[in-house]
């Protein structure tokens, strides 16, 4: 373990690091930045390769030995943090490579999804309700944001998330397209094993492309005068109710 | 219509409404903002008395006669804005009087639930799941703050909700409390016509006095690798499928 502390944040692994705040640095590097012990457990007990952890100089008690740990000041961790308050620790991660898919399983489809925390909650809910995959189409937000990982709690890394085009629409069996239309079914009317299920953008809904591509059109029932739910929320009930 | 403009953010109207942004004023005048047309004319068409409204310059078209409207420069609209892109207009409305619920319906009860966000997304869910009240308990976010109202979309104004002390738990039929807990049982099993149904914290869970009061702990199975969901997402699947 190497004793020195990092105190600048003009250093230049610093610096190196701090770019992975963006998504353009994230595309190119392959890795991205998870905040937090509870992340690190999570990305460890997965079996993610972890590039390089560095710790608050207060917190050394609490990592185990990485290969490649450094000591920071509070100002140099929150510099290559996303958040006000940091939790202690930040560590670079290499994307997990889950270009293939098994088509046959119970798959959620999150197009042109843009808040992070509907993202995040919607991975989190996926995995909560064992989802085989979850596939990002579109102009959904990258998963690796740090507000979307945040919010996720660590389900990132429980199961495969993958990024496609919606041409994969017409390769799928039983489609089914969440909508607010009534010219569609009750999603308690459906019975189905395995399915893709599609949940859309927060404002203008999904696609005419996922809606001509459907074996099935569904929505949530309105009972009450809410004209919508949440995504995250209209996901939640879907996974677990269809 | 008054057509004068306010352009200075000192104005003595400007500055007694900017302090309807924190929660002691709301709380000691009884009133507090909504902000954007759809918010507004969800108020309006739910009968909330609105005592001013706050319109830019840019936007006066889209505004019908209100007995109390101020033309107002962008600048000063954003002084009494709780968003960085105001949407052109903020009003000042009065709190519903909701103190009288009747328990013999489905409750929603949000005990210490702390983020602005689930606390509106829970509102909303309510709504569209066409549950009869929502009664706020202890620390619970002020539901009348800018973020909750937001992400509420208009379903504040949909059904009555209040504030209580946890002593209602005691007077409460059929009080089922969400929890993480595998000694409850599987939310699939229960059928109640009525319940009140309370959610907990986002860290802390519900409270040992609910879980004492309840007539029946529940739990939404974890079928995957989360240990938990989204305190909105989950109150989402339980208020609809219960």
Same mark, same amino acid.
Not at 28 to 47: P, T
Not at 140 to 151: F, N, Q, W
């Given at each position: 373990m190497?004793?020195?502390i990092?105190?600048?944040?003009?250093?230049?692994?610093? /610096?190196?690091t701090? /770019? @992975? *705040?963006?998504?353009k640095?994230?595309?190119?590097?392959?890795?991205? $930045?998870?905040?937090?012990?509870?992340?690190l457990?999570?990305?460890?007990?997965?079996?993610?390769?972890?590039?390089q952890?560095?710790?608050?100089?207060?917190r050394?008690?609490?990592?185990?030995?990485?290969p490649?740990?450094?000591?920071?000041?509070?100002?140099? +961790?929150?510099?290559?943090?996303?958040?006000?308050?940091?939790?202690g620790?930040?560590a670079?991660?290499?994307k997990?490579?889950d270009?293939v898919i098994d088509?046959?399983? /119970?798959l *959620?489809? @999150?197009?042109?999804?843009?808040?992070?925390?509907?993202v995040?909650? +919607?991975i989190?809910?996926?995995?909560?309700?064992?989802?085989?995959?979850?596939?990002? !189409?579109?102009?959904?937000?990258?998963?690796?944001?740090?507000k979307?990982l945040?919010? =996720?709690?660590g389900?990132?890394?429980h199961l495969?998330? !993958?990024?496609?085009?919606?041409?994969?629409?017409?390769?799928?069996?039983? *489609?089914l397209v969440?909508?607010?239309?009534?010219d569609? !079914?009750?999603?308690?009317?459906?019975?189905?094993?395995?399915?893709?299920?599609?949940m859309?953008?927060?404002?203008?809904g999904?696609?005419?492309?996922a809606? /001509?591509?459907?074996?099935? $059109?569904?929505?949530?029932?309105?009972?009450g005068k =809410?004209?919508?739910?949440?995504? =995250?929320?209209?996901?939640?009930? +879907?996974?677990?109710?269809?």
């Amino acid at each position: 373990m190497n004793n020195s502390i990092i105190t600048s944040r003009d250093n230049v692994r610093i /610096k190196e690091t701090r /770019k @992975l *705040l963006q998504k353009k640095y994230r595309d190119n590097s392959g890795s991205f $930045l998870i905040e937090g012990f509870h992340l690190l457990e999570e990305a460890v007990k997965s079996g993610m390769e972890v590039h390089q952890v560095f710790i608050e100089e207060s917190r050394q008690d609490r990592v185990q030995d990485f290969p490649n740990l450094s000591i920071v000041t509070r100002e140099v +961790l929150k510099s290559i943090s996303d958040t006000e308050n940091p939790q202690g620790v930040v560590a670079e991660v290499a994307k997990s490579d889950d270009s293939v898919i098994d088509f046959a399983g /119970k798959l *959620l489809i @999150l197009e042109n999804v843009q808040d992070p925390g509907n993202v995040g909650s +919607l991975i989190r809910t996926a995995d909560a309700a064992a989802f085989d995959a979850v596939i990002c !189409v579109g102009e959904t937000v990258d998963i690796y944001s740090p507000k979307v990982l945040r919010s =996720a709690q660590g389900s990132t890394f429980h199961l495969p998330i !993958v990024q496609k085009s919606d041409n994969i629409y017409d390769h799928v069996e039983n *489609l089914l397209v969440s909508t607010l239309s009534r010219d569609s !079914v009750d999603y308690r009317t459906v019975k189905l094993e395995h399915f893709s299920l599609v949940m859309g953008n927060e404002g203008a809904g999904v696609s005419e492309k996922a809606i /001509k591509s459907a074996s099935q $059109l569904i929505h949530i029932p309105m009972l009450g005068k =809410a004209e919508s739910l949440n995504v =995250a929320v209209a996901g939640g009930i +879907l996974m677990f109710g269809l």
